[in-house]
Every structure is written in C-alpha cells, then in structure tokens.
C-alpha cells in the first residue's frame, strides 16, 4: 500500500512514529508535505526543505511534495521551477479548508491567474497537484481544472464533505463520477479526514471505485500522532478488499506511481 496524503506536524510529529506506523501497517511509502499558508518553521519554505530532507534520509519510503510556498509573491514560479527538480508533486494546496483557515486566503483565489500560473508550471514539470476543495469552493476547483488541463489534479478528501456546516453527510457517488467524465485531468483521494471511510462501502460507491479504479489513489492524512491515526487503515483497506484484483493493486498504490511517472 501506498498512502497518498500524510502531512508532517513540525514541533508534534515524530519521525521514528511514522516509520514504525509504516511498518505495523504494512505501507511500503508514503507522500508526505508540510502546511500551506502555515509558519510552523522560520525562513522561506522552510517546511519543504524539511520534507525533502527527510525523503533523503529515508530513500525509498517517503515520496516529498511541496506546498510551502506563496503563489502570489513575486519568485513564486522561480521557486516552483526549482522545486519540481527535485520533489515529486505539489500539495497539499487549499482550495478553500473550513472556517478556522478561510481567513488567511485574504480573498484570493487559486483560480486567480498567479496560482494558475504555478499549476500549469508543475503541469510542465509532468507533476501531480493534491488540492483540497469544502464544497463551498467547488466551482473554484472546477475552473482550475479547466484552465490547467495538463496538469493532472488529485482532489483530497472527495467522499464526505468535512463539517456539519455542509451537512454532514458523505457525498454521492454519481457525483464524483460525474466530475470524473467531465474532467480527464481529475483524480480522487480516498483520505477521509475526520470520519471512518466505511461509507465508501455504501451507496453506490463501490461500483464506483470497480469501475473507475484507474482515477483513485489511496490515503489517510496523518499528521502527528501517526500510531493512532494508522488506525483508520485498516477500515480502508476494508473499502477495497472488495474489489477486483486489478482495481485494488491500482487504488492501492499504482495509480499513484503512474501519477509521479508524469
């Protein structure tokens, strides 16, 4: 198993923890970044230079993005030039993340053209983007996909809609096939964040996942207490034992390989 989402909580989070979960939960890598629009280090893109340090030290297991950086500052697309020479994606982006972080975006918009610009950079480079996107900010995602169509774009979190303010409940099924016919560039993220991913085993979901496995990869968003968080992998993989052979080798860890082939 491959995990596609994990972030790492600079002044929390403990590396040796990480390796052990990896190991008692039997996954062979993980993507792992830092915080967008987050301090958590000093200096320019400091959190970057951590992960990618970290990736260094440990070959082979841990797959470094980048996200530390500020779309709209004057070296921005020099910075992201460099960075994807040596990271293998950008992510974790946000979209628009619940009321608490809704603040620092100061009314900008990652379909503004600087943010664009940096997609379509990373597009160059042959460089996923992992974005996360409330619902509230649908029609945001919809038009960065649009205007960035060879860039490929994996949308974090894509079965529950995150808070009660939306609901609360899991969205459909025929809604994420339907974004997935009207956007070739588009990948989901099974990561669930706050809710058990059972519901991925309900409501159509499952034929879903059989039918359009070649457009998902699998997650769980860890951040520091990654023992306990782990335990949300084994409801996961209880969301693709089910499946065929192939569809559960791809979700599992080759759709995301060929992700970071370009």
Not at 44 to 70: M, S, W, Y
Not at 80 to 86: E, F, H, L, V
Not at 186 to 207: A, C, M, T
Not at 221 to 232: F, K, R, V
């Amino acid at each position: 198993m491959i995990d596609c989402h994990r972030h790492f909580m600079f002044g929390k989070a403990d590396e040796a923890a990480m390796l052990r979960e990896m190991e008692r939960d039997q996954v062979e890598r993980a993507v792992l970044f830092g915080y967008q629009g987050m301090r958590l280090l000093p200096g320019p893109h400091a959190q970057d230079t951590f992960i990618l340090e970290l990736a260094n030290r440990h070959p082979g297991k841990i797959i470094p993005f980048f996200c530390d950086v500020d779309f709209f500052a004057p070296d921005a697309l020099d910075y992201i030039r460099q960075a994807c020479k040596c990271f293998s994606g950008m992510g974790e982006i946000l979209l628009g993340h619940s009321p608490i972080h809704r603040a620092a975006f100061d009314g900008r918009r990652m379909d503004d053209a600087p943010a664009l610009a940096a997609f379509q950079e990373v597009g160059r480079y042959g460089l996923p983007v992992l974005f996360h996107a409330d619902p509230p900010f649908e029609a945001q995602a919809e038009s960065m996909l649009v205007q960035c169509p060879n860039t490929r774009f994996i949308w974090a979190h894509i079965g529950y809609d995150f808070l009660g303010e939306y609901g609360g409940s899991p969205r459909a099924a025929v809604w994420a096939e339907s974004k997935l016919d009207q956007f070739p560039n588009l990948y989901f993220d099974l990561s669930h964040w706050k809710i058990s991913p059972i519901y991925l085993l309900e409501s159509g979901w499952q034929s879903l996942l059989e039918r359009k496995s070649e457009r998902f990869v699998l997650g769980v968003d860890m951040s520091e207490s990654y023992e306990a968080e782990g335990l949300w992998i084994p409801p996961l993989r209880a969301v693709t034992v089910g499946l065929s052979g192939n569809a559960k080798r791809r979700i599992e860890g080759d759709n995301l390989l060929g992700l970071l082939a370009g």
